[in-house]
């Protein structure tokens, strides 16, 4: 059983910068590869990022590949993506989820979520 708490959410200005951090509990995350997705009014929940149990590998979205970066600290149980030069377009609810396993693109595949935390990014 994993539990995950994201953070950093907020407004941010077009063109800024802002990191999320999710932090997970268990004595396994390192066992665990990780994802973020987004949702924003209206539409599904779609994939962002992920990254495998020992970090080594990542997976972007086009739409952020470039801007944003996904990265984890096992010793802290946290992966965290950084989001660089965002956009209107980026405002939605940000979810970390996780799942045993290698990393997967498809939300259906992860088993645990967090509650997720807005982003909302001004023009």
């Known amino acids: 059983q994993v539990q995950l708490v994201e953070s950093g959410g907020g407004l941010v200005q077009a063109g800024g910068s802002l990191r999320l951090s999710c932090a997970a509990s268990?004595?396994?995350?390192?066992?665990?590869?990780m994802g973020w997705f987004r949702q924003a009014p209206g539409k599904e929940r779609e994939f962002v990022a992920a990254i495998s149990w020992s970090g080594g590998n990542t997976y972007y979205a086009d739409s952020v590949k470039g801007r944003f970066t996904i990265s984890r600290d096992n010793a802290k149980n946290t992966v965290y993506l950084q989001m660089n030069s965002p956009q209107p377009e980026d405002t939605a609810v940000y979810y970390c989820a996780a799942r045993l396993g290698e990393a997967r693109i498809l939300r259906f595949e992860y088993r645990y979520w967090g509650q997720g935390t807005q982003v909302t990014v001004s023009s």
């Open positions: 268990g004595r396994t995350f390192s066992s665990y590869a």
